[in-house]
């Protein structure tokens, strides 16, 4: 059983790991449905961003201090996915194209099937 909440064991790691795949999932149902438009996720990895600053006090200044000093500039995680953007093996072709953080073709899980692809779209319609 996949548990699609998040309900069990809860934590801000799975969570954001399973709104990732989710997303994956979702886009390759959509790939298949409209094969002549290109569909691609990136996972850019912590990327310094003006995430955070909404944040109460507390939590915004770590982050902000981590976005400093160990989070890719956004610049930098443009020059990295731009190229995989601009492929024309994945234009349009039915599948959707997944890459990481410095731009390389990411393989789907053997959790990524055709049921837990159908399940997700059907828990999201």
């Known amino acids: 059983d996949i548990d699609f909440e998040v309900s069990s064991k809860f934590s801000l790691k799975k969570a954001a790991d399973a709104a990732g795949f989710y997303t994956d999932l979702a886009f390759d149902h959509l790939s298949r449905q409209h ?5 691609i996720h990136a996972s850019p990895g912590f990327v310094s961003t003006n995430w955070g600053t ?3 006090m507390a939590l915004r200044l770590p982050i902000r201090a981590l976005q400093a000093t160990v989070a890719k500039a956004s610049s ?8 995989s953007l ?3 093996d994945q234009r349009g072709n039915g599948k959707v194209h997944l890459i990481g953080e410095y731009g390389q073709d990411v393989t789907t899980t053997t959790l990524h099937t055709d049921e837990a692809v159908a399940f997700v779209w059907q828990e999201t319609e």
Not at 35 to 39: D, E, G, L, M, R
């Open 54 to 56: 909404d944040m109460p």
């Open 86 to 88: 601009t492929q024309p």
């Open 35 to 39: 094969p002549k438009v290109t569909f």
């Open 76 to 83: 930098d995680c443009a020059e990295f996915l731009f190229p």
